[in-house]
């Protein structure tokens, strides 16, 4: 047994500061490793985030650094069929000053357990499962968030998706498959607007 927490504990050790830890994911048998990682956290090595996770933050004068609630979310989600919505759709393009006093994000699927600070809807479509978090985050403006999250409104939008297709950081073709669908008819107008506007914008051929 103390050989097996002695694996875990050199793990936990070498695991990088601003990392999360997986307690099943460390080495030995389960039991090993709660119990490195217990120890660790009452050190004040890692900070807990829900069961079986916790973060490896820095020691300051005041305490173990942790993550963000949006850093905390892309871990437990994952960045597959998952993204931002409202709000936090809107940060993710850089259109909006707004904070939101909780992030908000889809998963395509079942809702998982709840995550910390985070309040997480559940969307079927499961063409959502090959895009990006900013292609979602697309998709998600354009169901008719951006009226209300958008500072600048439409020009900002077409602007700010413009540039990321010109950048190649969000994939038009992929978007567009994966619209076809969605259930909500003002996404898809929308999205016919929007095309409309990159083409003639020279943003989009």
Not at 21 to 40: D, E
Not at 69 to 89: C, K, Q
Not at 171 to 195: F, I
Request: zero cysteines.
């Amino acid at each position: 047994m103390r050989a097996a927490v002695g694996d875990a504990s050199r793990a936990l050790a070498a695991a990088p500061v601003g990392s999360f830890v997986h307690t099943n994911r460390l080495p030995g048998t389960s039991s090993a490793a709660t119990s490195a990682v217990k120890r660790a956290h009452r050190r004040g090595e890692l900070v807990r985030i829900r069961r079986g996770l916790y973060f490896k933050g820095a020691k300051t004068r005041y305490g173990t650094t942790r993550p963000s609630a949006e850093v905390i979310a892309v871990e437990v989600l994952g960045t597959i069929g998952a993204g931002p919505t409202g709000f936090s759709a809107a940060r993710a393009f850089g259109l909006t000053t707004q904070v939101p006093a909780e992030p908000t994000m889809v998963v395509t699927g079942p809702v998982p357990a709840a995550v910390p600070g985070v309040k997480v809807s559940k969307r079927g479509n499961l063409g959502r499962l090959a895009l990006t978090s900013l292609e979602i985050a697309a998709l998600e403006l354009l169901r008719g968030d951006w009226e209300t999250t958008v500072d600048d409104g439409w020009s900002a939008l077409a602007g700010a998706v413009g540039e990321a297709v010109f950048a190649g950081k969000l994939r038009w073709r992929e978007l567009a498959a994966a619209a076809e669908g969605e259930r909500s008819p003002t996404l898809r107008e929308n999205l016919r607007r929007l095309s409309e506007d990159l083409r003639v914008s020279g943003m989009l051929t």
